[in-house]
């Protein structure tokens, strides 16, 4: 399974952004899909999951703020992040498996990453 985020960059506090994910090489409908994200100088963690019937899990730290959705004709899943703070800046990776739990503790897929920078 190949996966391509995009979607990151440079913004101000506050703002939004969306990423998006490209799926290939599977059946992406039939898998769990997450974002997970890392800090410099922190541990990678998990931001927001969606099962494949598409219901969504959003972690503490960004709930109310960060929206995960999916688009399984288009093998994409998004994740819309508003109200965006410095803490949020982070490489945020897309991720996915087959199995709910395997997608979040430890994914068998994961994508290269996207830089997101939240400058205040």
């Known amino acids: 399974v190949h996966l391509v985020e995009s979607g990151g960059g440079l913004v101000q506090v506050g703002r939004s952004l969306r990423l998006s994910c490209v799926a290939s090489?599977?059946?992406?409908?039939?898998?769990?899909m997450a974002w997970y994200r890392q800090a410099p100088g922190k541990q990678r963690e998990l931001v927001a999951t969606?099962?494949?019937?598409?219901?969504?899990i959003i972690e503490r730290a960004v709930k109310g703020r960060f929206t995960i959705s999916r688009d399984n004709a288009r093998n994409t899943v998004y994740l819309q992040m508003d109200r965006l703070i410095p803490e949020d800046t982070a490489v945020y990776y897309c991720?996915?498996?087959?199995?709910?739990?395997?997608?979040?503790?430890?994914?068998?897929?994961w994508g290269k990453g996207t830089l997101v920078t939240v400058s205040s």
């Open positions: 991720a996915g498996d087959p199995l709910l739990i395997q997608t979040m503790t430890n994914p068998n897929y």
């Open positions: 090489g599977s059946i992406f409908s039939e898998n769990a």
């Open positions: 969606i099962t494949s019937g598409g219901r969504s």
